[in-house]
């Protein structure tokens, strides 16, 4: 049977790219999809950005470029942090820890604070641990975020802590010279087999702040569910009036050795006021 007339008209599906993350074109066609052959995370165009697929789900955006961010190095140590852009994500890393066996220093990247809604303003982020190139014997690495007053460099995180064989979290509270306060620090364990927690490999971290001073830390494993950590203390949310947020990395060799090279990536970023 021949039927007359002019051709139907055939739209193509949407298509994706495989590529360096260089040659990754402008966003601009929605569902679109963008495999980096020198990086981890795939993306898909909204119609006007480049989102991270994590896990599988949508959650979050690109995180700020890494020139977004100030870096803070702790003092008295002789190995320092790097923070570099890495095919869509943001690397912080260290060569060692200069003070091994005996503290967690925190380097971290800090950015102004978003602004607040009516109710205040929330930062999530997913975090995937990078470990250190020479393991040996008993070692401590913490990936955390949390809040930072301006003023004088006080900060309240909430950091996930990893050791060869279990993870944990814990908020710690540190004044502008790095002197922990009481209470130090709130631990709270993770046992790999807890249903909330089934294999910590990758995980999302989120911090909230409401307009009336108050803070709260909370987990996920797949960005959508997230469980309570913990809240400020009344006595916490005197310690600061935070005007930014950052994220963190701290890692100790327990046996009194370095650490070449561990770190974290952030590969998904999102702020929101509400």
């Excluded at 790999?192 to 294999?199: N, R, V, Y």
Aim: charged fraction near 15%.
């Amino acid at each position: 049977m021949r039927v007359s007339g002019s051709a139907p008209t055939v739209t193509p599906a949407v298509v994706g790219s495989y590529a360096a993350y260089a040659s990754r074109p402008a966003a601009g066609t929605a569902g679109r999809v963008f495999v980096p052959s020198d990086g981890l995370t795939t993306f898909v165009d909204s119609g006007s950005a480049w989102r991270p697929i994590i896990n599988g789900s949508v959650v979050g955006t690109q995180p700020p470029a890494a020139a977004s961010f100030t870096l803070v190095q702790s003092t008295g140590l002789t190995n320092v942090a790097t923070l570099t852009d890495q095919t869509g994500a943001l690397k912080l890393a260290w060569s060692g820890e200069g003070d091994a066996g005996s503290s967690e220093p925190i380097r971290y990247a800090y950015k102004a604070a978003p602004a607040d809604g009516a109710g205040g303003y929330r930062v999530t982020a997913h975090f995937r641990p990078v470990l250190p190139t020479n393991i040996a014997g008993t070692f401590n690495l913490l990936v955390g975020l949390g809040f930072r007053q301006g003023s004088d460099a006080s900060i309240e995180l909430m950091e996930v802590c990893f050791t060869p064989t279990a993870a944990s979290l814990m908020r710690r509270r540190f004044t502008s010279s790095g002197t922990g306060i009481a209470p130090t620090f709130t631990f709270s364990a993770l046992a790999q087999g807890d249903a909330d927690f089934p294999f910590l490999k990758d995980f999302w971290l989120r911090v909230e702040h409401t307009v009336s001073g108050g803070r709260s830390f909370y987990i996920s494993t797949d960005g959508l569910n997230f469980k309570k950590f913990t809240d400020a203390t009344s006595a916490g949310n005197d310690f600061i009036t935070p005007t930014q947020v950052f994220f963190s990395c701290s890692q100790y060799a327990a046996n009194g050795g370095n650490l070449d090279l561990g770190g974290m990536v952030m590969d998904s970023y999102a702020e929101e006021a509400f």
